[in-house]
């Protein structure tokens, strides 16, 4: 995630927020506690498609709820209890991961990392469960993992740089 922040004097704050996957969105704290949302359009980033105003307290309450401070999902509580010091991952294969292009066996990723890609998502949908060795990592592909805190960091380095 890419962030800018701007002074707009006499009228607050602006945050210019570029996502991991592309979507562009601008965020102004008004000084009289207003908030402007604007989501920018992805093949052009100047043409604003939409804008929320809210005042202080939705925006704090649409904050907690993004945050997940209001509401914690069931089936995360029992994945934790279930998991314990295991952690489930998703990582986006974005353009630079130099994992594009190899296969899982290529990288030898529960070998040199000790966790394991439960399923690949490509980005036309087409879903791996349990993938084997042979299944090629593509761009924008999404990889599953389930792993230790350890493990996770590891993988991501394997998928950054492609090495195996």
Do not use: C
């Given at each position: ?33 207003r ?97 084997g ?23 991501r ?8």
């Amino acid at each position: 995630m890419n962030l800018k922040e701007t002074d707009l004097p006499g009228i607050g704050k602006k945050f210019a927020v570029q996502t991991r996957s592309g979507e562009k969105l601008a965020i102004i704290l008004h000084d009289d506690g207003r908030r402007e949302l604007y989501h920018f359009e992805h093949d052009n980033p100047d043409d604003s498609i939409s804008m929320v105003t809210l005042d202080d307290d939705e925006a704090r309450y649409v904050s907690a709820i993004i945050g997940g401070v209001t509401y914690k999902p069931t089936a995360l509580e029992n994945i934790e209890v279930a998991l314990g010091d295991l952690i489930i991952e998703w990582y986006k294969l974005e353009p630079n991961f130099k994992a594009i292009g190899k296969t899982i066996g290529d990288l030898r990723i529960r070998q040199r990392s000790g966790a394991t890609i439960i399923a690949v998502i490509e980005k036309n949908h087409t879903k791996h469960i349990n993938p084997g060795a042979d299944v090629l990592l593509t761009a924008d592909a999404m990889v599953v993992v389930l792993g230790e805190r350890l493990h996770q960091q590891q993988i991501r380095q394997i998928l950054l740089s492609g090495k195996g």
